[in-house]
């Protein structure tokens, strides 16, 4: 049975979390390659990561397609007309039922 899932903007008590779960994604760089190559021919993805009680449990790389489809919300498919994978990481974080999708930038990526 699939959980009810909601897009909701973490708030001030969870900006921690969010900060811990941002560092944890951009910092693997095992990661982080596989989404250079799989945006190299131009279709765009982001990095899901899956956060139970607090903690990452699961990242990975996923199309926007794929991404729109398990997460249908407006706030992911804005997310994605605005992205631009060559200067950024599209991240949709998936905690207590709730869905938050934000746009990080890459410093010193030309």
Known sequence: ?????????????????????TRAVMGDRVL????????ASGEKHAVVALVEGGSLTEAYVSP???VKAAYPFHAVEQAFDFYDPGAGVCLVIVRDGKVVISINGLVGRQ
């Open 64 to 66: 926007a397609g794929a």
């Open 32 to 39: 982080m390659q596989t989404l250079e190559v799989a945006q």
């Open 1 to 21: 049975m699939r959980m009810e899932l909601v897009y909701r903007e973490m708030g001030p008590e969870e900006q921690e979390l969010d900060w811990r779960i």
